[in-house]
């Protein structure tokens, strides 16, 4: 096998992690998710992983709690997936790193921008916790971010779906999956691939977005090895 990118930023959801669950972590889910970024380090790709932290808590669903209070709640969760990840990397012999937007050095690196740049060219797994650091921005947002600040090749959105469609599928039948589809069409068609502030940082920065199904984590080596897999947005 021969991957189509050097460097990449993978967006892997907290609902993935907790599989049929639903909540916490599921960690035959986690190992598989890890065999397959080993499988792809192997491969000598550059790998960055952002990820959420739905499967413990939701900001934007916590009721008539202070959004600003609830949005930090959810960066700890990302800090617990994180640190299940790198856990399961290197259980496998993965050399990672964990940096995270908001300073906690017992447990984490401080985010900084050229040393995980440096850790990447080492050949080390960096997974990024605590989403931007701020509140009010999705892990979406803190995905199109980082990926075009380390120079990613492309953003990989893992998502429950296998690509954009023009509506949703669990809902029309005749809904119709895009092989490519541009940033404008999303925009202008409202579509929902991700929120419009990781969608415009993309657009305006040109970083290229696959959307695949991490409903088999098999895929993210899919996705990194085959043509035509999954949906394109681009510029």
Do not use: W
């Amino acid at each position: 096998m021969k991957a189509q990118f050097k460097r990449v930023l993978l967006k892997v959801s907290g609902e993935a992690l907790a599989g049929e669950k639903k909540f916490g972590l599921d960690y035959n889910i986690v190992e598989s998710i890890c065999k397959a970024i080993k499988e792809v380090h192997d491969l000598g790709v550059e790998v960055a992983v952002v990820v959420g932290g739905g499967n413990f808590f939701r900001g934007r669903s916590s009721g008539s709690m202070d959004r600003t209070r609830a949005d930090h709640i959810g960066m700890l969760a990302t800090v617990m997936n994180a640190l299940s990840l790198a856990d399961g990397l290197e259980a496998l012999g993965v050399p990672v790193r964990v940096q995270t937007a908001i300073a906690m050095q017992q447990i984490a690196e401080p985010y900084i921008r050229n040393k995980a740049v440096r850790h990447l060219e080492k050949g080390r797994v960096v997974v990024f916790g605590c989403g931007t650091g701020n509140p009010f921005f999705s892990t979406d947002t803190a995905s199109a971010l980082r990926a075009a600040e380390i120079d990613a090749d492309i953003f990989m959105k893992a998502t429950m779906a296998d690509g954009v469609y023009d509506k949703d599928p669990n809902v029309y039948d005749d809904a119709v999956r895009y092989n490519d589809i541009t940033f404008a069409a999303v925009l202008n068609q409202d579509l929902h691939v991700m929120d419009t502030t990781a969608t415009a940082l993309c657009k305006e920065n040109d970083l290229p977005i696959m959307v695949f199904s991490m409903k088999d984590p098999a895929n993210i080596v899919r996705a990194i090895t085959e043509k035509d897999f999954g949906t394109i947005v681009h510029n």
